[in-house]
């Protein structure tokens, strides 16, 4: 089972920028497309960006031109950097890979954006 471990999260005031990151614990990260998600309370999971191992990309609509995503394959890591953070970005973030049945979910990581 791959381990997944997101980090970089945090609390920024609005307009702010923060860059997470999502280690994976093994080599079959490098053939997945990878996906971020968040949940925010009492709402339910959602997309907010995805990554081909072709370095294609999708984004929500809600966060398309502030949020870039990446990954390095050599270092089995995928990133969100995140600009011009709204307070509705607020939200525990995770990884994992777009196909099913998805990796074991991890701690995710707290993005608390305040007005």
């Known amino acids: 089972q791959v381990q997944l471990v997101e980090s970089g999260g945090g609390l920024v005031q609005s307009g702010g920028s923060l860059r997470l990151s999502c280690a994976a614990s093994?080599?079959?990260?490098?053939?997945?497309?990878m996906v971020w998600y968040r949940q925010a309370p009492d709402k339910q999971r959602e997309l907010v960006a995805s990554?081909?191992?072709?370095?294609?990309?999708h984004y929500a609509d809600s966060v398309k031109g502030r949020f870039t995503i990446s990954r390095d394959n050599t270092k089995r890591t995928l990133y969100l950097q995140m600009n011009s953070l709204k307070p509705e970005d607020t939200a525990v973030y995770y990884c994992?890979?777009?196909?099913?049945?998805?990796?074991?979910w991890g701690q995710g990581t707290q993005v608390t954006v305040s007005a």
């Open positions: 990554i081909t191992i072709g370095h294609i990309t």
């Open positions: 093994k080599s079959i990260f490098t053939i997945e497309t």
């Open positions: 994992n890979r777009e196909s099913y049945p998805p990796w074991s």
